[in-house]
């Protein structure tokens, strides 16, 4: 084992993190696994740093008094900065006597010796991009206007209005005779106004570097492919032989796959969402702060129009409204719904080309096709009606149930029974609980990455209004064709892992929303947290200390849980199960990217006390 190389108490200087600069800490302890120093700076920052950040105090002195490698210019324009700020200076013009002239050229030769004083004083800034404090591995995705301090000093010009503050640190030598009042009064100047030397710039909306799913080809691919890969599940599902030996199923002609009438019945489902929408009934919440410091207004009225629909529907079975023609039309459906989709995205980009600035999403890239994916324009909308916010849980969520609904409908026509099967009653038991509990804890949505990173654009309005209804409720869709025999035995072992992984989904979501409204809450004060350098904390136990990302791992269960009523006898139902595996891992690995470049050493100590990632014992 390597031998420590400072003792604790010791005094010695510390590069701060992101900068080349060294100031003088106190060792505080030392981690002989990790290898690590817990350092503690004049202003009280305490921050673990690598013994190659820690130097000895002689190692900068033996430097500054033998270093003879200043050019004369830099020793001039170090000299004239010295003028200027000498109150003994003679006004600019006055003969200087001899004397003085003698005086000054013995100065002169004298080795002069300046004493830095380093004040560590809080500099309030705004967050760049839309975002919030967020914990537990999730970041801001955010970037900042990172700025080297060795070849120029800039200043970020922020307005003072501020509900949401991140505090940074600046960093301002002074010498040792100016007086404290004078440098209060100076920076306070500096804060609000600005040096005139130093150089300045506008805070906008930082563009994302690098673009996930491989950019504008990817972006291609995933709008072309994603339609295609709907019709084909659909098509296949319809098939009697679902298996893969039967792929690709025989592709109907297009009379089959569009139809006026059921466009206008969809066009009509999402009018009357949005109409419950408008209805004045449900708590008004703030969203979280924007660039500039707004907080959009949202009405929490998810579970209102839930209910106003099961009305709208309940009262069209009562009288008689055949709502099998949804099953019987599905494919039309589908097709209505990604034309709708493609529409609006076109609408949502030419309305994101009259946004200010920073009213832009912090995933928008600049490039057309990939802004036309990923969104543009962050918060989209028609007055006060937000148009992703709507669409996130109303057209396509809600329709999800309905759509399960007429699959059980369908299946008791089809197979003639008298009641649903089982298995019928399981999925759409299971999904309708999952709905219902995401419109009752709509407020959580406001802090989801789709709100609060990424714009609206394509990706959010095919996924909402036609992948949500169409694909999660393959399970049932199948069932109607393929019918299959559950014992109760086995739906009770079902029944257990589907609440298995509510509970770890909800206990670990509300501990994770908990948090971040407020870290210090006493109900919190049992979990046990690692300080990072940007004033947040990560969480080291309770849920997030069983696995990184324990919300994945119990939507992950339940995914599960879905498709097994299904039996196996055939590949298909798990599509739901094999997709959101892949999506979770996606996000998973953008999520440990993000924190590793944004916490450094905290998130790598993070990793040690929390080594599995998904699932655990699985690293």
């Known amino acids: 084992m390597p031998s420590r190389k400072f003792a604790e108490g010791e005094v010695v200087r510390g590069r701060w993190p992101g900068s080349s600069l060294y100031y003088e800490v106190e060792i505080l302890s030392h981690d002989s696994k990790t290898q690590l120093y817990t350092v503690k700076y004049k202003d009280g920052t305490e921050l673990e740093l690598k013994e190659s950040d820690v130097k000895p105090l002689k ?68 967050p760049f991009g839309n975002s919030i404090n967020i914990y537990n591995g999730e970041p801001e995705h955010m970037e900042r206007n990172d700025v080297s301090l060795k070849n120029k000093q800039e200043r970020v010009i922020l307005s003072p209005e501020s509900s949401y503050m991140a505090t940074q640190y600046s960093l301002r030598p002074r010498r040792e005779e100016v007086k404290i009042k004078e440098i209060e009064f100076k920076e306070q100047k500096l804060v609000t106004k600005g040096p005139a030397p130093l150089e300045t710039f506008q805070v906008t909306t930082p563009q994302r570097k690098d673009l996930e799913f491989g950019g504008a080809p990817g972006a291609v691919l995933i709008m072309l492919g994603l339609p295609a890969c709907l019709l084909l599940l659909l098509l296949q599902c319809r ?38 929408y408008l209805l004045p009934v449900g708590k008004v919440v703030e969203g979280t702060p ?11 009225n998810g579970f209102y129009a839930f209910v106003l629909t099961s009305a709208v529907v309940g009262a069209s079975l009562f009288w008689g409204i055949e709502l099998c023609y949804v099953y019987t039309h599905f494919l039309q459906f589908a097709l209505a719904a990604t034309v709708f989709s ?43 009606f937000d148009l992703k916010y709507f669409c996130e849980l109303r057209p396509g969520l809600i329709g999800w149930v309905v759509v399960n609904l007429v699959m059980l409908l369908a299946e008791m026509k089809v197979q003639e029974r008298g009641a649903p099967s089982l298995a019928m009653v399981l999925v759409n038991s299971f999904q309708l609980f999952y709905v219902v509990d995401a419109l009752w804890n709509e407020e959580a949505l406001l802090t989801t990455m789709d709100i609060i990173h990424d714009g609206f654009g394509f990706m959010l309005a095919f996924g909402d209004l036609v992948w949500v209804p169409f694909t999660y409720s ?11 025999d559950l014992s109760w035995p086995l739906a009770s072992v079902i029944i257990a892992l589907k609440l298995c992984g509510y509970v770890i989904f909800r206990c670990a979501n509300s501990q994770k929303n908990a948090f971040r409204k407020n870290p210090t809450d006493p109900k919190l004060a049992h979990l046990k947290t690692i300080h990072t350098s940007t004033g947040k904390s990560l969480l ?39 997709y959101f595996t892949v999506l979770l891992v996606h996000r998973e690995a953008r999520d440990e990217h993000q924190c590793k470049r944004k916490y450094g050493l905290a998130w790598e100590k993070y990793c040690q006390r929390v080594p599995y990632r998904i699932l655990p014992y699985v690293y």
């Not at 924007?290 to 929490?300: F, I, P, Q, T």
């Not at 393959?474 to 299959?484: D, E, G, I, T």
């Open 59 to 126: 190692s900068f002195k033996q430097r500054k008094s033998g270093s003879t490698s200043s050019s004369p210019s830099r020793r001039r324009r170090s000299r004239s900065r010295s003028r200027s700020r000498s109150p003994g200076r003679a006004p600019k013009g006055s003969r200087r006597s001899a004397s003085a002239s003698h005086q000054a050229d013995v100065k002169e030769k004298e080795p002069r010796r300046e004493i830095l004083q380093v004040k560590l004083t809080p500099l309030v800034l705004k």
């Open 239 to 276: 098939q009697k032989d679902p298996s893969l030996l039967s792929f690709p199923p025989p592709l109907p002609t297009l009379d089959e796959l569009w139809e006026t009438r059921v466009c206008g019945i969809y066009l009509l489902w999402f009018f009357v969402q949005a109409l419950f």
């Open 290 to 300: 924007l660039v500039d410091g707004r907080r959009l207004k949202y009405r929490l």
């Open 342 to 384: 493609v529409v609006l995205s076109v609408y949502l980009y030419a309305h994101s080309l009259k946004a200010p600035k920073d009213e832009l999403s912090p995933a928008s890239s600049g490039n057309v096709v990939y802004d036309f994916f990923i969104g543009r324009e962050l918060n989209p909308r028609i007055g006060a």
């Open 474 to 484: 393959l399970q049932a869709f199948y069932l109607v064709s393929h019918p299959h």
């Open 540 to 578: 080291v136990s309770g849920w997030w200390g069983f696995v990184r990302h324990p919300n994945y791992l119990g939507d992950l269960i339940m995914a599960l849980a879905w498709s097994l009523p299904c039996g196996f006898n055939h590949l298909l139902p798990y599509f739901y199960v094999i």
